[in-house]
Protein backbone atom coordinates (compact mmCIF):
# COMPACT_ATOMS: atom_id res chain seq x y z
CA UNK A 1 0.00 0.00 0.00
CA UNK A 2 1.14 3.58 -0.80
CA UNK A 3 3.22 5.09 2.16
CA UNK A 4 0.63 8.23 1.68
CA UNK A 5 -2.32 6.47 2.61
CA UNK A 6 -0.42 5.17 6.41
CA UNK A 7 0.43 8.86 6.05
CA UNK A 8 -3.54 10.21 6.00
CA UNK A 9 -4.80 7.91 8.62
CA UNK A 10 -2.33 9.14 11.25
CA UNK A 11 -3.12 12.41 10.04
CA UNK A 12 -6.75 11.99 10.74
CA UNK A 13 -6.40 10.70 14.18
CA UNK A 14 -4.05 13.12 15.47
CA UNK A 15 -6.64 15.91 14.71
CA UNK A 16 -9.27 13.63 16.71
CA UNK A 17 -6.81 12.97 19.49
CA UNK A 18 -5.67 16.61 20.03
CA UNK A 19 -2.88 18.73 21.08
CA UNK A 20 -2.43 18.23 24.17
CA UNK A 21 -3.05 14.58 24.44
CA UNK A 22 -1.06 11.22 23.65
CA UNK A 23 -1.72 8.21 21.95
CA UNK A 24 -0.18 4.36 21.90
CA UNK A 25 -0.81 1.71 20.00
CA UNK A 26 1.36 -1.26 20.62
CA UNK A 27 2.53 -3.94 17.58
CA UNK A 28 1.16 -7.95 17.86
CA UNK A 29 3.86 -10.07 19.36
CA UNK A 30 5.55 -13.11 18.47
CA UNK A 31 3.80 -16.57 20.00
CA UNK A 32 5.35 -19.73 20.51
CA UNK A 33 3.93 -22.81 18.99
CA UNK A 34 6.12 -25.72 20.67
CA UNK A 35 9.67 -25.26 21.79
CA UNK A 36 11.99 -22.37 19.76
CA UNK A 37 9.47 -23.00 16.99
CA UNK A 38 6.53 -19.56 16.00
CA UNK A 39 3.61 -19.43 14.80
CA UNK A 40 3.45 -17.04 11.25
CA UNK A 41 3.70 -13.35 12.83
CA UNK A 42 0.74 -11.57 11.73
CA UNK A 43 0.47 -7.56 12.70
CA UNK A 44 -2.16 -6.46 14.95
CA UNK A 45 -4.61 -4.53 12.43
CA UNK A 46 -5.04 -1.64 14.19
CA UNK A 47 -1.25 -1.10 14.39
CA UNK A 48 -0.81 -1.87 11.05
CA UNK A 49 -3.41 0.66 10.00
CA UNK A 50 -1.74 3.26 11.07
CA UNK A 51 2.31 2.68 10.27
CA UNK A 52 2.26 -0.24 7.80
CA UNK A 53 5.03 -1.47 10.06
CA UNK A 54 5.08 -5.59 10.55
CA UNK A 55 7.19 -6.01 12.42
CA UNK A 56 6.57 -7.30 16.52
CA UNK A 57 8.04 -5.78 19.75
CA UNK A 58 7.12 -2.29 18.34
CA UNK A 59 5.01 0.94 20.12
CA UNK A 60 3.72 3.77 17.65
CA UNK A 61 3.52 6.68 20.14
CA UNK A 62 1.30 9.59 18.47
CA UNK A 63 1.95 13.37 19.67
CA UNK A 64 0.22 16.00 18.13
CA UNK A 65 2.23 19.02 18.19
CA UNK A 66 5.02 17.75 19.63
CA UNK A 67 7.98 20.11 17.83
CA UNK A 68 10.36 17.34 17.07
CA UNK A 69 8.05 15.25 15.29
CA UNK A 70 4.33 13.83 15.75
CA UNK A 71 4.99 10.45 15.32
CA UNK A 72 7.65 8.03 17.13
CA UNK A 73 7.91 4.40 16.48
CA UNK A 74 9.48 2.30 19.04
CA UNK A 75 11.16 -0.59 17.83
CA UNK A 76 13.67 -3.32 17.73
CA UNK A 77 17.76 -2.14 16.63
CA UNK A 78 19.33 -3.36 13.26
CA UNK A 79 21.04 -6.69 14.12
CA UNK A 80 23.46 -8.59 11.70
CA UNK A 81 23.31 -11.89 13.12
CA UNK A 82 19.60 -11.70 13.37
CA UNK A 83 19.20 -10.88 10.34
CA UNK A 84 21.23 -13.64 9.21
CA UNK A 85 18.79 -15.80 10.92
CA UNK A 86 15.06 -14.19 10.01
CA UNK A 87 16.13 -12.18 7.62
CA UNK A 88 15.86 -8.08 7.09
CA UNK A 89 14.75 -6.02 9.37
CA UNK A 90 13.82 -1.99 9.23
CA UNK A 91 16.24 -1.05 12.63
CA UNK A 92 15.68 2.62 13.75
CA UNK A 93 17.08 4.53 10.75
CA UNK A 94 14.64 2.72 8.49
CA UNK A 95 11.87 3.29 10.87
CA UNK A 96 12.35 7.14 10.02
CA UNK A 97 13.33 6.54 6.15
CA UNK A 98 10.93 3.70 4.74
CA UNK A 99 8.12 3.94 7.34
CA UNK A 100 8.29 7.64 7.71
CA UNK A 101 8.55 7.79 11.80
CA UNK A 102 9.41 11.45 12.56
CA UNK A 103 11.47 9.62 15.57
CA UNK A 104 12.64 6.53 15.92
CA UNK A 105 14.46 4.65 19.47
CA UNK A 106 15.08 1.27 20.42
CA UNK A 107 11.82 -0.66 22.03
CA UNK A 108 14.35 -1.88 25.23
CA UNK A 109 15.11 2.07 26.11
CA UNK A 110 10.77 2.51 26.32
CA UNK A 111 10.59 2.42 30.07
CA UNK A 112 13.28 5.81 29.83
CA UNK A 113 12.04 7.14 27.35
CA UNK A 114 8.34 6.94 26.66
CA UNK A 115 7.22 8.37 30.80
CA UNK A 116 8.69 11.42 29.51
CA UNK A 117 6.32 11.65 26.79
CA UNK A 118 3.32 11.21 28.72
CA UNK A 119 4.62 14.47 31.07
CA UNK A 120 1.68 17.07 31.05
CA UNK A 121 -0.46 15.06 28.94
CA UNK A 122 -4.20 15.72 29.58
CA UNK A 123 -5.40 12.40 28.11
CA UNK A 124 -4.20 9.16 26.70
CA UNK A 125 -5.67 7.11 24.13
CA UNK A 126 -4.66 3.62 24.45
CA UNK A 127 -5.97 0.14 23.98
CA UNK A 128 -6.65 -0.74 27.21
CA UNK A 129 -7.26 -4.22 28.06
CA UNK A 130 -5.62 -5.74 24.68
CA UNK A 131 -1.87 -6.18 26.24
CA UNK A 132 -2.03 -6.83 30.24
CA UNK A 133 1.88 -6.19 30.84
CA UNK A 134 1.82 -3.12 28.84
CA UNK A 135 -1.24 -2.01 30.51
CA UNK A 136 0.12 -2.46 33.84
CA UNK A 137 3.68 -0.70 32.24
CA UNK A 138 1.50 2.32 31.35
CA UNK A 139 -0.10 3.35 35.26
CA UNK A 140 3.01 1.92 36.12
CA UNK A 141 4.24 5.50 34.37
CA UNK A 142 1.56 7.29 35.10
CA UNK A 143 1.74 6.91 39.21
CA UNK A 144 5.60 7.82 38.89
CA UNK A 145 4.73 10.81 36.92
CA UNK A 146 1.70 11.94 39.63
CA UNK A 147 4.70 11.80 42.50
CA UNK A 148 6.60 14.57 40.54
CA UNK A 149 3.79 16.87 41.42
CA UNK A 150 5.86 19.24 43.36
CA UNK A 151 8.45 19.83 40.61
CA UNK A 152 5.14 21.18 38.38
CA UNK A 153 4.95 17.70 36.19
CA UNK A 154 1.15 16.93 35.53
CA UNK A 155 0.00 13.45 34.94
CA UNK A 156 -2.17 12.52 32.63
CA UNK A 157 -5.82 12.39 33.84
CA UNK A 158 -7.56 10.55 31.95
CA UNK A 159 -7.18 6.89 29.15
CA UNK A 160 -9.31 7.48 26.76
CA UNK A 161 -10.16 4.46 24.09
CA UNK A 162 -8.41 4.54 21.53
CA UNK A 163 -10.47 2.12 19.50
CA UNK A 164 -14.08 4.35 19.29
CA UNK A 165 -11.76 6.96 17.32
CA UNK A 166 -9.84 4.03 15.54
CA UNK A 167 -12.25 1.43 14.45
CA UNK A 168 -14.58 4.29 13.61
CA UNK A 169 -11.94 5.12 10.38
CA UNK A 170 -11.29 1.83 9.72
CA UNK A 171 -15.03 0.88 8.93
CA UNK A 172 -15.29 2.87 5.81
CA UNK A 173 -12.42 1.78 3.38
CA UNK A 174 -10.62 4.00 0.93
CA UNK A 175 -9.93 3.27 -2.67
CA UNK A 176 -6.60 1.95 -2.09
CA UNK A 177 -8.17 -0.27 0.61
CA UNK A 178 -10.59 -1.45 -1.79
CA UNK A 179 -8.26 -2.22 -4.30
CA UNK A 180 -6.78 -4.76 -1.78
CA UNK A 181 -9.92 -6.35 -0.90
CA UNK A 182 -11.26 -6.29 -4.49
CA UNK A 183 -7.97 -8.66 -4.95
CA UNK A 184 -8.50 -10.46 -1.94
CA UNK A 185 -12.22 -11.31 -3.80
CA UNK A 186 -11.22 -11.90 -7.17
CA UNK A 187 -8.27 -14.44 -5.53
CA UNK A 188 -10.80 -15.94 -3.58
CA UNK A 189 -13.59 -16.76 -6.05
CA UNK A 190 -11.01 -18.12 -8.27
CA UNK A 191 -10.31 -20.52 -5.25
CA UNK A 192 -13.80 -21.50 -4.78
CA UNK A 193 -14.30 -22.14 -8.54
CA UNK A 194 -10.83 -24.52 -8.59
CA UNK A 195 -12.57 -26.89 -5.35
CA UNK A 196 -15.88 -27.09 -7.72
CA UNK A 197 -13.98 -28.24 -10.25
CA UNK A 198 -11.58 -30.57 -8.84
CA UNK A 199 -14.27 -31.76 -6.22
CA UNK A 200 -15.78 -35.10 -6.40
CA UNK A 201 -16.67 -38.31 -4.49
CA UNK A 202 -14.22 -40.85 -2.50
CA UNK A 203 -11.50 -37.31 -1.73
CA UNK A 204 -10.89 -36.08 1.60
CA UNK A 205 -12.19 -32.19 2.87
CA UNK A 206 -8.72 -31.30 3.64
CA UNK A 207 -7.71 -32.17 -0.08
CA UNK A 208 -10.21 -30.03 -1.21
CA UNK A 209 -8.63 -27.19 1.38
CA UNK A 210 -6.07 -28.01 0.12
CA UNK A 211 -7.11 -26.68 -3.35
CA UNK A 212 -8.42 -23.74 -2.20
CA UNK A 213 -5.04 -22.68 -0.32
CA UNK A 214 -3.12 -23.66 -3.56
CA UNK A 215 -4.71 -21.37 -5.85
CA UNK A 216 -4.36 -18.72 -2.81
CA UNK A 217 -0.62 -19.12 -2.90
CA UNK A 218 -0.54 -19.57 -7.00
CA UNK A 219 -2.05 -16.02 -6.98
CA UNK A 220 0.21 -14.34 -5.22
CA UNK A 221 -1.92 -14.35 -1.58
CA UNK A 222 0.00 -16.44 0.89
CA UNK A 223 -2.45 -16.15 3.97
CA UNK A 224 -5.63 -17.53 4.52
CA UNK A 225 -7.79 -14.63 5.93
CA UNK A 226 -9.20 -17.07 8.74
CA UNK A 227 -9.17 -21.38 8.70
CA UNK A 228 -10.67 -22.65 6.14
CA UNK A 229 -14.16 -24.52 6.74
CA UNK A 230 -14.64 -27.72 4.27
CA UNK A 231 -17.76 -29.54 5.09
CA UNK A 232 -18.76 -32.26 3.95
CA UNK A 233 -22.60 -33.68 4.05
CA UNK A 234 -23.85 -33.18 8.03
CA UNK A 235 -20.89 -31.36 8.79
CA UNK A 236 -21.75 -28.29 6.91
CA UNK A 237 -24.69 -28.13 10.03
CA UNK A 238 -21.51 -27.65 12.53
CA UNK A 239 -20.90 -23.88 11.83
CA UNK A 240 -17.52 -23.23 12.74
CA UNK A 241 -16.42 -26.93 11.65
CA UNK A 242 -12.86 -26.51 10.64
CA UNK A 243 -11.40 -29.91 11.14
CA UNK A 244 -11.49 -30.99 7.24
CA UNK A 245 -10.84 -34.76 7.98
CA UNK A 246 -13.68 -36.55 6.92
CA UNK A 247 -14.18 -38.42 3.05
CA UNK A 248 -16.67 -36.61 0.79
CA UNK A 249 -19.48 -38.66 -0.28
CA UNK A 250 -21.91 -38.92 -3.32
CA UNK A 251 -25.04 -37.52 -3.01
CA UNK A 252 -23.59 -34.91 0.34
CA UNK A 253 -23.39 -31.29 -0.23
CA UNK A 254 -19.75 -29.30 0.30
CA UNK A 255 -20.09 -26.00 2.47
CA UNK A 256 -16.84 -24.09 2.19
CA UNK A 257 -16.16 -21.03 4.04
CA UNK A 258 -12.80 -19.40 3.03
CA UNK A 259 -11.31 -16.14 1.81
CA UNK A 260 -7.55 -15.15 1.00
CA UNK A 261 -5.83 -12.26 2.74
CA UNK A 262 -4.55 -9.51 0.75
CA UNK A 263 -2.01 -7.33 2.37
CA UNK A 264 -4.13 -7.93 5.46
CA UNK A 265 -7.08 -7.06 3.99
CA UNK A 266 -9.57 -10.13 4.01
CA UNK A 267 -11.98 -11.35 1.92
CA UNK A 268 -14.98 -14.01 2.97
CA UNK A 269 -16.89 -16.30 0.37
CA UNK A 270 -18.76 -18.99 1.41
CA UNK A 271 -20.57 -21.38 -1.35
CA UNK A 272 -22.19 -24.77 -1.16
CA UNK A 273 -22.44 -27.27 -3.83
CA UNK A 274 -22.89 -31.18 -4.32
CA UNK A 275 -20.23 -33.41 -4.44
CA UNK A 276 -21.11 -35.30 -6.43
CA UNK A 277 -21.85 -32.30 -9.86
CA UNK A 278 -25.49 -32.64 -9.55
CA UNK A 279 -28.02 -31.03 -6.75
CA UNK A 280 -31.02 -33.47 -5.55
CA UNK A 281 -34.30 -32.02 -5.33
CA UNK A 282 -34.45 -31.54 -1.68
CA UNK A 283 -31.02 -30.06 -1.84
CA UNK A 284 -31.85 -28.09 -5.15
CA UNK A 285 -35.34 -26.64 -2.94
CA UNK A 286 -33.39 -25.78 0.18
CA UNK A 287 -30.83 -23.99 -1.76
CA UNK A 288 -32.62 -21.95 -3.80
CA UNK A 289 -34.24 -20.56 -0.48
CA UNK A 290 -31.10 -19.72 0.39
CA UNK A 291 -30.09 -18.04 -2.45
CA UNK A 292 -33.50 -15.94 -2.65
CA UNK A 293 -32.98 -14.94 0.95
CA UNK A 294 -29.46 -13.67 -0.35
CA UNK A 295 -30.63 -12.08 -3.17
CA UNK A 296 -33.54 -10.51 -1.15
CA UNK A 297 -31.11 -9.26 2.23
CA UNK A 298 -28.43 -7.72 -0.68
CA UNK A 299 -30.93 -5.50 -2.18
CA UNK A 300 -31.19 -3.44 1.23
CA UNK A 301 -27.66 -2.80 0.93
CA UNK A 302 -27.51 0.96 0.04
CA UNK A 303 -27.07 4.38 2.05
CA UNK A 304 -29.40 5.24 4.88
CA UNK A 305 -30.66 1.50 5.34
CA UNK A 306 -30.52 0.40 8.68
CA UNK A 307 -27.74 -2.44 9.21
CA UNK A 308 -30.46 -5.14 10.22
CA UNK A 309 -33.03 -4.55 7.60
CA UNK A 310 -31.04 -7.46 5.35
CA UNK A 311 -31.20 -9.80 8.45
CA UNK A 312 -34.48 -9.06 8.84
CA UNK A 313 -35.84 -9.61 5.20
CA UNK A 314 -33.38 -12.63 5.09
CA UNK A 315 -35.46 -14.35 8.39
CA UNK A 316 -39.01 -13.48 6.62
CA UNK A 317 -37.90 -14.91 3.40
CA UNK A 318 -36.55 -17.93 4.89
CA UNK A 319 -39.22 -18.42 7.78
CA UNK A 320 -41.82 -18.01 4.82
CA UNK A 321 -39.95 -20.21 2.68
CA UNK A 322 -39.98 -22.98 5.38
CA UNK A 323 -43.33 -22.98 6.03
CA UNK A 324 -44.18 -23.45 2.05
CA UNK A 325 -41.63 -26.75 2.37
CA UNK A 326 -43.02 -28.25 5.40
CA UNK A 327 -40.60 -27.76 7.87
CA UNK A 328 -41.93 -25.27 9.90
CA UNK A 329 -45.64 -25.29 10.92
CA UNK A 330 -47.70 -22.14 11.81
CA UNK A 331 -48.63 -18.68 10.83
CA UNK A 332 -44.98 -16.38 9.47
CA UNK A 333 -45.36 -14.41 11.64
CA UNK A 334 -46.02 -15.94 14.99
CA UNK A 335 -43.01 -17.91 13.82
CA UNK A 336 -40.49 -14.72 13.32
CA UNK A 337 -41.96 -13.39 16.84
CA UNK A 338 -41.20 -16.88 18.50
CA UNK A 339 -37.98 -17.22 17.02
CA UNK A 340 -38.84 -20.63 16.09
CA UNK A 341 -36.75 -20.07 12.63
CA UNK A 342 -33.75 -20.39 14.67
CA UNK A 343 -33.69 -24.08 15.22
CA UNK A 344 -32.13 -23.60 11.49
CA UNK A 345 -31.07 -20.46 10.79
CA UNK A 346 -29.48 -19.70 13.97
CA UNK A 347 -26.86 -16.80 13.01
CA UNK A 348 -27.27 -13.15 11.97
CA UNK A 349 -26.66 -12.18 8.13
CA UNK A 350 -23.52 -10.72 8.29
CA UNK A 351 -20.46 -8.52 9.48
CA UNK A 352 -18.26 -6.18 8.59
CA UNK A 353 -15.68 -6.91 6.59
CA UNK A 354 -11.78 -5.18 6.48
CA UNK A 355 -8.62 -5.73 7.97
CA UNK A 356 -10.16 -8.36 9.88
CA UNK A 357 -12.55 -10.81 8.80
CA UNK A 358 -14.89 -9.78 11.44
CA UNK A 359 -13.70 -6.45 11.30
CA UNK A 360 -14.48 -3.30 13.45
CA UNK A 361 -16.84 -0.67 13.69
CA UNK A 362 -20.32 -0.42 15.87
CA UNK A 363 -23.38 -2.44 14.66
CA UNK A 364 -25.65 0.22 16.99
CA UNK A 365 -25.52 3.97 17.81
CA UNK A 366 -26.81 5.16 20.87
CA UNK A 367 -28.86 2.37 20.61
CA UNK A 368 -29.97 2.40 17.35
CA UNK A 369 -28.95 -0.21 14.47
CA UNK A 370 -26.59 2.22 12.55
CA UNK A 371 -27.28 3.31 9.12
CA UNK A 372 -25.05 1.97 6.04
CA UNK A 373 -22.97 4.55 4.37
CA UNK A 374 -20.58 4.28 1.78
CA UNK A 375 -17.08 2.80 2.13
CA UNK A 376 -18.63 0.15 4.55
CA UNK A 377 -17.92 -3.58 3.39
CA UNK A 378 -20.28 -6.20 5.05
CA UNK A 379 -20.74 -10.06 4.39
CA UNK A 380 -24.45 -11.00 3.42
CA UNK A 381 -24.22 -14.65 4.27
CA UNK A 382 -27.99 -16.45 5.26
CA UNK A 383 -27.72 -19.98 5.91
CA UNK A 384 -30.19 -23.19 6.88
CA UNK A 385 -29.13 -25.81 8.67
CA UNK A 386 -31.00 -28.95 9.12
CA UNK A 387 -29.51 -31.25 11.96
CA UNK A 388 -29.38 -35.15 11.18
CA UNK A 389 -31.06 -35.81 13.92
CA UNK A 390 -34.13 -33.34 13.65
CA UNK A 391 -36.85 -35.86 13.95
CA UNK A 392 -39.38 -32.83 13.12
CA UNK A 393 -38.73 -32.56 9.47
CA UNK A 394 -38.84 -35.20 6.87
CA UNK A 395 -36.00 -37.65 6.18
CA UNK A 396 -35.13 -36.22 3.05
CA UNK A 397 -33.80 -32.42 4.48
CA UNK A 398 -32.36 -33.56 7.35
CA UNK A 399 -27.79 -33.69 7.51
CA UNK A 400 -28.37 -30.45 4.65
CA UNK A 401 -26.12 -27.47 5.68
CA UNK A 402 -26.04 -24.49 3.11
CA UNK A 403 -24.82 -21.53 3.61
CA UNK A 404 -24.09 -18.54 0.90
CA UNK A 405 -21.84 -15.88 1.40
CA UNK A 406 -20.85 -12.75 -0.63
CA UNK A 407 -18.66 -9.57 0.59
CA UNK A 408 -20.69 -6.01 0.06
CA UNK A 409 -19.81 -2.75 -0.52
CA UNK A 410 -22.16 0.10 0.20
CA UNK A 411 -22.01 2.31 -2.74
CA UNK A 412 -23.06 6.13 -2.89
CA UNK A 413 -25.96 4.68 -5.20
CA UNK A 414 -26.49 1.25 -4.16
CA UNK A 415 -23.66 -1.49 -3.62
CA UNK A 416 -21.21 -3.75 -5.28
CA UNK A 417 -21.08 -7.43 -4.65
CA UNK A 418 -16.89 -7.72 -4.64
CA UNK A 419 -17.20 -11.47 -5.07
CA UNK A 420 -19.45 -11.15 -7.83
CA UNK A 421 -17.55 -14.05 -9.58
CA UNK A 422 -17.95 -16.98 -7.34
CA UNK A 423 -20.62 -19.01 -8.92
CA UNK A 424 -23.65 -19.69 -6.73
CA UNK A 425 -26.72 -19.93 -9.34
CA UNK A 426 -27.87 -23.52 -9.30
CA UNK A 427 -27.42 -24.38 -13.36
CA UNK A 428 -24.00 -22.54 -13.28
CA UNK A 429 -22.46 -24.53 -10.70
CA UNK A 430 -24.05 -28.03 -12.46
CA UNK A 431 -22.36 -26.97 -15.28
CA UNK A 432 -19.45 -26.17 -13.93
CA UNK A 433 -18.99 -28.99 -12.26
CA UNK A 434 -20.62 -31.47 -14.76
CA UNK A 435 -17.78 -29.73 -17.40
CA UNK A 436 -14.94 -31.28 -15.92
Not at 122 to 149: C, N
Request: charged share 25%.
Amino acid sequence: MNKNEFKKRRKALMEQVGNGNIAIVASASNHTRNRDVEFPFRQDSDFYYLTGFNEADSLAVFIPGREQGEYILFCREFDEKKALWEGAHAGLEGATEHYKADDSFPIDDMDEILPGMLENKAKVFYPMGRDPDLDHQLLEWITKIRKQSRNGINAPGELVSLEHLLHEMRLFKSTEELKLMRRAAEVSGIAHIRAMQKCQPGLYEYQIEADVVHEFMQQGLRYVAYPSIVAGGKNACVLHYVENKNKLNAGDLLLIDAGAECDHYAADITRTFPISGTFSPAQKQLYQLVLDAQYAAIEQIKPNKPWNNAHDVSVKVLTTGLVELGLLKGSVAKLIEDEDYKQFYMHRIGHWLGMDVHDVGDYKVDGEWRLLEPGMVLTIEPGLYIPENCESVDGKWRGIGIRIEDDVLVTKTGHEVLTYAAPKEIDEIERLMQAN
